[in-house]
């Protein structure tokens, strides 16, 4: 008697294996898709940051800022934070936005990108100084020393006028700059003996001697 064999797997059968396998690899498929669109979907879909002025949340001051400030702005590599920080240095503070256009490498649109990101501030805004310190730091005048400068007034030592320059005669209460150089002329001539000699003198009369009588001697 001769062994029983299996039997043969009916042809019907053969495209629904492979129609198994196939599913089977279309699924695996899918699923290692969403692994990779779940790792790296956000890369590749992700679009630019639109920058907005609304959007700034500090804008950064062109005449404060150091390099590393600048740099974080965006649009500002190291050569471009380098020229801002070399214009300010050569030529001063920026007194607007628009000063930007100066410096080298910077045009019309490459401001419209910065402008939202940058701010010119003024001194006292950025820095202000509290008004308490500011009395501390202020000095009193200097008051001239009596006796020294200035008119001449009761109980200073009375002056010479057959001496005194013409600055210590401009130094007498009605005495200016032309009356004192008629003093020093009129005594060249003849020295004054006492002061009423002074009403040789013209331009003082009666009332500008008695003014001036306490404040004089003729030695």
Known sequence: MTPAT???????QQPASRSAQVALAALGAVLVGLL???GYGHRLTARPTEHHPAAVARQVD???ADRVELMQIPGV???LADAILTHRRDRGRFATVDDLTAVKGIGGKTLDKLRPW???REPDEADPTPP?????????????APGRSGKLRPG???????AASEEDLRRLPGVGPTLARRIVEARGVQPFR????LRRVKGIGPKTLETIRQFVVCR
Not at 6 to 12: D, G, K, L, R
Not at 194 to 197: A, E, K, L, S, V
């Open 132 to 144: 308490a310190i500011e009395r501390l730091e202020r000095k009193p005048a200097a008051r001239p």
């Open 77 to 79: 590599g190291p050569h």
């Open 62 to 64: 062109l005449n404060t």
């Open 6 to 12: 299996a039997p043969p797997i009916p042809p019907a």
């Open 118 to 120: 940058v701010t010119v």
């Open 36 to 38: 990779v669109f779940r």
């Open 156 to 162: 200073d030592p009375p002056l010479d006028v057959n």
């Open 194 to 197: 006492t002061p009423d000699d």
